[in-house]
């Protein structure tokens, strides 16, 4: 299992990560003692000094393979990834991956945080075969995804380094500090740092807060510590806002002597620009547990709770997310609550923040994801303190490596959050990140349905599903191209297209539920209006000897019907004629009558629908006009020919006006 989170908590909290424990066995206790103690505190950095040392002075074999490997662990540890390889071959070369397989586990892990992921497969594969096939096909897994998810984006995010921030040290957790969101406070380990001792666990100084301001056009000033009041030679960071931003809390880890102590959470007032005097917020009884770790603070939006990562006892395993109510009657934080197994994990849950809508994000091993820490996302939902399903961000969020402390702007869809992925300036650098706009374009091409040439001139009206009405007009080619906001993401268009002496059209098109930017390309066939023709239209039929509409399994006439209702409700200046007919059998007298029933029928439908009567005639042609001739359904087999006679018992229609006025335009 990648553990690099050793080192990254550390950044903040000296000492508030588990360790890979190890026994220097039968190793000479002069040799080991040091380097072992050291490791066990977490001090990876100077450990490595030792093990690297100890290494050139061990005679014994499989003493000298578990230097390497311990020395493989503290570059590994502090994110050294060449000299953790290179250890690790030292170790592998002296055959240690028969006392423990999981090096070419670790092997693997380093190879995919420098994002080599084929290379990782191979080591992968190795511990299967030696060690557990669950695990190694499970990190076989999240590679191929990673290597995938580089080629082929899953999401829009655009991420980029923000250089003028970044140092070659550690540079994590970033917070806005101001309502507009125009200052921002993250941790770091660069040499202007208060704790300018050496951190035994880094080999860099101590972390302190620091400060830096955007200016009107974007650019953020050079970062600042924030002062003796919340600095000091211990590591500081991780922090967070009541909702006023009229007091800051943080996470303070003290060293005293190469001896961890405990990590807690402080605070401390905001004066202008300044900050007032800090001090301890103690949710564990420090007289009688001087160990537990408390630490990364996040408050929500209503200032009413404090989440934050823990190992107090009672949790999942590793450090789990916690959280305390605020009391206004006693104006104290109340007793910690863990956040329930649907949040932690028996990995470690951490770096958790608040959106403005109440969203929880943090930072987890244990959901799943490219490798490392991965940023998730639950939404809030009705209830104390409940939310919805843990999502994993996407790539570029998140990567192989380890991506922590996200942040929004507000409610916009970008913000800042620290990796050490490959590529950056230092150990963790800060990024940027924002999801572009989505662009959506409507093309439409108007043509003559009889002779295919382009119509110029044709209008195009779209509402959209907010109200708003424009109409455009296409060119000399029948073409309109629309682009460049002026549709809009989320929302749906009715279109209609008409042009003068044509028979209108039109259709839908919506950007609703859309996650990618999408090219609305659409033709359109106007038919030029001749007066008394007949024109083809769904199939309207009816049983024998009924003026009923025929709803069958071979036919619905209402729907044929519906049809004409959209025609006609499209081309308000239409007037129509419907024609129906019979088939041959019967009385021409009986038929006569039959088929204008049949016309008042499909008449007495649209009047129904809306349509206005005086912008309908109804015809019966009784038998006159057959479909199919009496000698032609004769010569079909008999079975086939009531289905002739069918065809002939039929509506159509015609136009035969172009030129009405609706009451509420005149």
Same mark, same amino acid.
């Given at each position: ?37 050291? #490791? ?56 240690? #991956? ?102 035994? @666990? ?96 996040? @408050? ?72 490392? +820490? ?65 662009? #959506? ?18 209008? @195009? ?41 044509? @028979? ?20 359109? +066939? ?141």
């Amino acid at each position: 299992m990648h553990n690099y989170l050793q080192a990254i908590l550390t950044r903040v909290t000296v000492s508030f990560l588990i360790v890979i424990g190890a026994s220097a066995g039968a190793f000479s206790q002069q040799l080991f003692e040091e380097a072992d103690q050291l #490791f066990n505190r977490r001090g990876y950095h100077e450990a490595s000094s030792d093990y690297v040392a100890a290494y050139g002075k061990e005679k014994n074999i499989e003493n000298k393979a578990y230097i390497a490997f311990q020395a493989g662990e503290c570059f590994r540890l502090l994110h050294n990834h060449d000299e953790a390889l290179e250890w690790y071959d030292k170790a592998i070369g002296l055959k240690y #991956f028969k006392v423990n397989s999981k090096i070419y586990l670790l092997y693997g892990d380093v190879l995919r945080d420098q994002e080599k992921f084929y290379d990782a497969m191979e080591w992968y594969e190795k511990y299967g075969k030696l060690g557990d096939r669950l695990t190694a096909d499970a990190r076989i897994e999240t590679v191929e995804i990673g290597a995938l998810s580089i080629d082929e984006p899953p999401s829009r995010y655009i991420v980029e380094p923000m250089y003028t921030l970044n140092s070659p040290s550690y540079d994590f957790a970033p917070m806005y500090a101001s309502k507009n969101n125009s200052t921002l406070i993250f941790a770091s380990s660069r040499e202007s740092s208060e704790g300018t001792d050496e951190d035994p @666990i880094t080999g860099e100084s101590f972390m302190d807060l620091f400060k830096t301001s955007q200016d009107n056009k974007g650019r953020w000033s050079e970062p600042e510590p924030l002062g003796n009041t919340i600095c000091s030679e211990s590591n500081e960071g991780s922090v967070a806002f009541d909702k006023k931003f009229k007091t800051m809390y943080f996470t303070r880890c003290v060293d005293n002597g190469g001896s961890n102590l405990a990590c807690d959470i402080y605070y401390a007032p905001v004066v202008g620009n300044n900050h007032g005097a800090s001090q301890p917020l103690f949710l564990v009884n420090r007289d009688e547990d001087d160990t537990t770790q408390v630490g990364h603070p996040a @408050i929500s939006p209503d200032g009413r709770v404090m989440v934050f990562a823990s190992d107090l006892a009672g949790g999942f395993g590793g450090k789990d997310l916690w959280y305390s109510k605020f009391d206004k009657n006693t104006d104290s934080w109340g007793a910690p609550e863990n956040l329930g197994a649907g949040i932690n994990t028996p990995e470690n849950d951490m770096f958790p923040t608040f959106r403005k809508d109440g969203s929880l994000y943090f930072s987890s091993m244990g959901h799943g994801g490219l490798g490392g +820490f991965d940023i998730c996302k639950a939404e809030v939902r009705e209830g104390d303190m409940a939310f919805a399903e843990v999502e994993i961000l996407p790539y570029p969020l998140n990567s192989s490596s380890d991506d922590m402390g996200l942040v929004f702007q507000g409610m916009t869809n970008s913000g800042v959050f620290s990796s050490n992925r490959p590529g950056g300036k230092g150990q963790d650098d800060l990024y940027s990140f924002r999801l572009p706009p989505m662009e #959506f374009c409507y093309k439409a091409y108007v043509y003559d349905y009889d002779t295919g040439m382009p119509v110029a001139g044709a209008d @195009i009206t779209l509402e959209s599903s907010e109200g708003e009405v424009n109409t455009y007009t296409t060119d000399g080619d029948g073409f309109l191209g629309l682009c460049e906001g002026e549709i809009g993401e989320g929302i749906s268009y009715n279109v209609e297209v008409k042009n003068e002496g044509f @028979i209108g059209t039109g259709d839908r098109f919506s950007s609703i539920g859309l996650t990618e930017s999408t090219t609305f390309a659409r033709e359109y +066939f106007l038919k030029e209006i001749i007066l008394e023709k007949e024109y083809d239209m769904p199939l309207v039929l009816y049983p024998l000897n009924s003026a009923d509409l025929l709803i069958d399994e071979t036919v619905n006439s209402a729907d044929s019907l519906n049809y004409l209702v959209d025609l006609l409700t499209l081309n308000e200046n239409l007037v129509v004629q419907l024609e129906s007919h019979t088939d041959s059998r019967g009385t021409s007298a009986s038929n006569l009558e039959l088929s204008q029933r049949r016309a008042e029928t499909c008449v007495n439908f649209l009047v129904g629908k809306g349509i206005s009567s005086d912008r309908l005639i109804a015809v019966g042609h009784g038998e006159d006009i057959l479909k199919i001739s009496d000698a032609q359904i004769a010569a079909l087999p008999e079975e086939a020919r009531d289905a002739a006679h069918g065809e002939n018992r039929r509506t159509v229609f015609k136009i035969v006006r172009f030129d009405y006025v609706p009451l509420d335009s005149k």
